[in-house]
């Protein structure tokens, strides 16, 4: 089965930076397209950036120049590096995934970030 897992969330000053991971098993990781959104509560998911299978990105407007996401498609993992971190990237960070058929993963229970001084 498609799982998705997130970790290396924590509480971080504004300012500082985490990474994020998202380990992938039960599909093909190197030619699907990978996706990190965001969620806090009583707002929408919101997708924050994505990297296709051959490394083009894109990043919501607010997050350009601070956020970088990656892959290795030799672990099956995605990456979330952010920096610069202000109080509005306070969410749950999850990840997807969008293979070459169009199917999508069940959501997983994400990674929480906290930003606050």
């Known amino acids: 089965q498609v799982q998705l897992v997130e970790s290396g969330g924590g509480l971080v000053q504004p300012g500082g930076s985490l990474r994020l991971s998202c380990a992938a098993s039960g599909f093909t990781f190197s030619s699907s397209v990978m996706y990190w959104y965001r969620q806090t509560p009583g707002k929408e998911r919101e997708l924050v950036a994505y990297?296709?299978?051959?490394?083009?990105?894109y990043f919501l407007d607010s997050v350009k120049g601070r956020f970088t996401i990656s892959r290795d498609n030799a672990k099956s993992t995605l990456y979330l590096q952010m920096i610069s971190l202000e109080p509005e990237a306070t969410a749950v960070y999850s990840c997807?995934?969008?293979?070459?058929?169009?199917?999508?993963?069940?959501w997983g229970q994400g990674t929480q970030v906290t930003v606050s001084s």
């Open positions: 990297i296709t299978s051959g490394g083009g990105t």
């Open positions: 997807n995934a969008r293979d070459r058929w169009g199917q999508t993963a069940e």
